[in-house]
C-alpha cells in the first residue's frame, strides 16, 4: 500500500471535518517499483496516477496537471494534518488575493532529552519557507510558472525554486492558519552522510541564478566554504605524505604535518557545532563524529559532480498572459 505513513495521513484526513470547498484527493504513486497496485484504508476515494519514479517534482507535476480546480494542495505523505486541516485550508484560500498560501508544520521532538542532529534537521522544516510538505498554489500560478524543475530530484530545494519563480511571475505567497504535523522518520546513523546528495542540487541551482542564489531562494546560509577548506586539507596532507615518502624532504613532511593540523582542527570544530546542542550520549556523538569527518569530502564531490553536469543550464520559462515569456531570474 505504500508508506505506512501514507496510510496515516489518509486516515487523517478522513477523520478530520470535511472541507467546506469542492475537493478532490489525487495521489501519485510514484515507487520505484510498483509492483502491485495502491490500495486505499477504507472510506477513502482518490484518483491514483502512477507515477514515473522521476522524484517529487515529477510526482507533483502529474498531480497538478491532472487536478480539476482552481487551487491545488500539495501534502507530503510523511505528514499529519489536524483535525481541522480541511476546514482552515478552506479559509486560507477564500478571498486571498495571493498566488500560493503555506501551512504550518509542527515537528514534535522528544521532551525528556535534547534532540540529536536528524531530529533538529527535521525540526527546521517547521521555519522553513513554502514548503510543499503543505503549500497550495493556485493552478494558473504553477502554470505561468511551468511547474516544479523536474530537474531537482530530491525533495530538496525544488518547492523554494518553484516559490520563487512564482513571485517572478507577479504572484505573492503568504503563510496559512491550517497546520500539520511531521514526526521524525527512523533514519539511520549514517542519513546526515545520504542527503549531502542535494549538493549537487544546489549546484543547479548556483547556474541558474548565481551568486545570490541562497538569498533569492530564502534558503539559509550553509557550511560547503568550510567544507571544502576541510576537504582540501585532508587532500594536502595526503598528497604531501606520499611526496615526503618518496623524496625523504622533511619540507614536505612538514606541509603534511600543518595541514593535517588543519584538517583536524577545522573536523573537530564541525563535530563539536553538531554534539553541543545534542544529547551526548554515547551512540550521537560517536555518530557525529564519524560523519563529521566523512561529510565534507561527499558534500564537495556531489558539489563538483553537480557543478559538472550542469554546465549551461537556464531556468525554466516564465509565462504570465500578456507578457512575452522570459526566463526567471
Do not use: K
Not at 174 to 196: A, C, D, F, L, N
Not at 219 to 243: D, E, F, N, Q, Y
Amino acid at each position: 500500500m505504500g508508506r505506512p505513513s501514507l496510510t496515516a495521513l489518509l486516515e487523517a484526513l478522513s477523520a478530520g471535518a470535511p472541507c467546506p470547498l469542492p475537493t478532490e484527493l489525487i495521489l501519485v504513486d510514484d515507487r520505484p517499483s510498483a509492483r502491485t497496485p495502491l490500495s486505499l484504508p477504507p472510506g477513502i476515494e482518490a484518483r491514483i496516477i502512477a507515477g514515473r519514479a522521476a522524484g517529487p517534482a515529477a510526482a507533483r507535476n502529474l498531480g497538478w496537471r491532472a487536478a480539476r480546480h482552481a487551487w491545488v494542495a500539495f501534502l507530503d505523505d510523511d505528514v499529519l494534518p489536524g483535525p481541522d486541516w480541511a476546514v482552515r485550508l478552506a479559509e486560507d484560500l477564500t478571498g486571498t488575493g495571493a498566488a500560493g498560501v503555506q501551512g504550518r508544520l509542527h515537528v514534535p521532538l522528544p521532551a525528556d532529552r535534547r534532540p540529536t542532529d536528524w531530529e533538529r534537521v527535521t525540526a527546521a522544516l517547521a521555519d522553513g519557507a513554502w514548503i510543499t510538505a503543505d503549500m497550495a498554489y493556485r493552478r494558473e500560478a504553477l502554470e505561468a510558472a511551468g511547474g516544479f524543475d523536474e530537474r531537482l530530484p530530491r525533495a530538496f530545494r525544488e518547492d523554494a525554486e518553484l516559490a520563487h519563480r512564482v513571485r517572478q511571475a507577479g504572484g505573492r505567497l503568504v503563510r496559512g492558519t491550517r497546520t500539520v504535523t511531521h514526526p521524525v522518520r527512523p533514519e539511520s546513523r549514517w542519513v546526515s552522510v545520504r542527503t549531502q546528495r542535494g549538493n549537487a542540487d544546489d549546484a543547479l541551482l548556483r547556474r541558474l541564478y548565481g551568486p545570490s542564489w541562497r538569498e533569492l531562494l530564502e534558503i539559509p546560509p550553509g557550511r560547503r566554504s568550510r567544507h571544502a577548506v576541510i576537504t582540501a586539507a585532508a587532500v594536502t596532507a595526503l598528497g604531501c605524505t606520499v611526496l615526503a615518502a618518496r623524496t625523504a624532504r622533511p619540507g614536505w613532511t612538514a606541509a603534511a604535518g600543518l595541514a593535517a593540523l588543519v584538517w583536524a582542527g577545522a573536523t573537530a570544530e564541525f563535530a563539536a557545532a553538531r554534539i553541543a546542542p545534542g544529547p551526548r550520549d554515547r551512540r550521537e556523538v560517536s555518530t557525529m563524529l564519524a560523519t563529521s569527518a566523512v561529510i565534507p569530502p561527499v558534500a564537495v564531490a556531489h558539489w563538483l559532480r553537480g557543478w559538472l553536469a550542469w554546465r549551461g543550464a537556464r531556468p525554466q520559462v516564465l509565462r504570465v498572459p500578456g507578457r512575452e515569456p522570459v526566463a526567471a531570474r
